[in-house]
C-alpha cells in the first residue's frame, strides 16, 4: 500500500530528471558550432563580415588585401578582379592552406551570385581564418572594372 501511494512521487522525480537530462543535452549541442571537413570535425573558431562592394573597392585600391575568386577555371578566365587569386569554392579544403598560408590575412571573397563565396567563408572561417571579408557575387554585385584571362 505504501508503495501504491510512493508511485506518483517516484514516477515524477523520474521524469524530471529525464527532461532535465534532455534539457541540458540540446544546450550543449545548440552551443558548438562545427563543420565536417573531410573525416575531421573541427570548431568554428569565429565569423565572416559581409561587406559591400563599394567598401571591397576602397580595400582593393588601399592594397594589403588578398582578393580570392571561388568560381570555376572558365568563369575566372571569362572575366575577375584584376589580382584575384583563383581557388575553386570545391577545392578549399584541400588547397587553401597552400594558396593562403597566412590565416591572419585579410581576404576579401567572391563568386558570380554571393553563395558560393557565403559557403566558402564560412569553410574558411571554420579552418582558423581570421579576417575573411565576402562581397558576394561579381557577376550581380560588382560594378567595377575587371580584366579577363588570356
Request: proline share 3%; charged share 25%; aromatic share 6%.
Amino acid at each position: 500500500m505504501k508503495l501504491i501511494k510512493a508511485l506518483p512521487f517516484i514516477l515524477a522525480i523520474v521524469t524530471l530528471l529525464l527532461l532535465g537530462a534532455c534539457v541540458q543535452k540540446r544546450a550543449t549541442d545548440e552551443s558548438t558550432a562545427k563543420l565536417d571537413v573531410g573525416q575531421s570535425t573541427i570548431m568554428q573558431t569565429g565569423t565572416y563580415k559581409k561587406i559591400s562592394p563599394a567598401e571591397a573597392k576602397a580595400l582593393i585600391d588601399g592594397g594589403n588585401v588578398i582578393i580570392l575568386d571561388v568560381r570555376t577555371q572558365g568563369e575566372f578566365d571569362e572575366g575577375h578582379i584584376k589580382g584575384a587569386v583563383l581557388l575553386p569554392d570545391y577545392e578549399i579544403g584541400a588547397k587553401a592552406a597552400k594558396v593562403l598560408p597566412d590565416k591572419d590575412a585579410k581576404i576579401l571573397i567572391y563568386c558570380r551570385t554571393g553563395r558560393r563565396s557565403a559557403l566558402a567563408a564560412k569553410e574558411l572561417i571554420v579552418m582558423g581564418y581570421t579576417d575573411v571579408l565576402d562581397f558576394g557575387g561579381l557577376q550581380t554585385d560588382w560594378p567595377y572594372e575587371t580584366v579577363v584571362s588570356d
